[in-house]
């Protein structure tokens, strides 16, 4: 019976290790039919697009508690602190996985497939630019709870996302990183903040 066991393991580690294989090659080829596709005007636009993530995530938060002091409104003053804290905490776990989990950009792994069109750090797991950018868009949508502000708040959080892509210094598993931290990030900050007020 221990036998059995053993070899159940066995069979299971090597499926688990095929696949991961399998998975990491397609996510290599999807990453470099996004990353070959290149033009002076993409460049440019994919680099504007990552420059903006931190300046809007920065402008968000300040830019509701402004407009909450001056109008007097308590309500948007909480929602401007709220997407502030939500910008700190998606910051937070982001950095704190990077150097947790030390994954090497594309480029340098694959230096054969991927050109360095931006300049990083080291570390690509999971995407800072991409995490902040759906915590801001997270964070606009809970405030509004206005259609026209979520669509094309999450247009540009995904616009962001591509960029890191196609600029060569993510993977596409970064970017679903990035994202899951980024939206779980508003909502936690969120529910967090409602319980609170409810105390």
Not at 105 to 111: C, Y
Request: proline share 4%; charged share 15%.
């Amino acid at each position: 019976m221990n036998k059995l066991k053993y070899y159940i393991l066995f069979c299971f580690t090597i499926l688990v290790i095929k696949n991961s294989v399998k998975a990491q090659n397609f996510e290599v080829k999807m990453l470099h039919s996004i990353h070959v596709d290149s033009s002076i005007f993409k460049n440019k636009m994919s680099k504007g697009l990552s420059f903006s993530a931190a300046p809007i995530a920065i402008a968000t938060p300040a830019t509701l508690i402004l407009t909450g002091f001056i109008n007097k409104d308590d309500a948007m003053k909480r929602e401007g602190y709220r997407a502030g804290a939500t910008f700190v905490l998606s910051s937070a776990l982001t950095v704190g996985l990077k150097y947790s989990i030390n994954r090497k950009r594309p480029f340098a792994k694959h230096p054969d497939l991927f050109h360095q069109k931006s300049h990083v750090g080291p570390y690509s797991f999971p995407s800072g630019h991409t995490s902040t950018a759906f915590a801001t868009a997270t964070s606009l949508t809970l405030a509004t709870k206005k259609w026209y502000v979520a669509v094309p708040a999450y247009a540009w959080a995904s616009g962001v996302a591509y960029s890191r892509m196609y600029l060569g210094v993510h993977y596409p598993s970064d970017i679903l990183g990035g994202m899951v931290i980024g939206i779980g990030s508003g909502f936690l900050v969120w529910k967090v903040d409602q319980w609170l007020q409810k105390k």
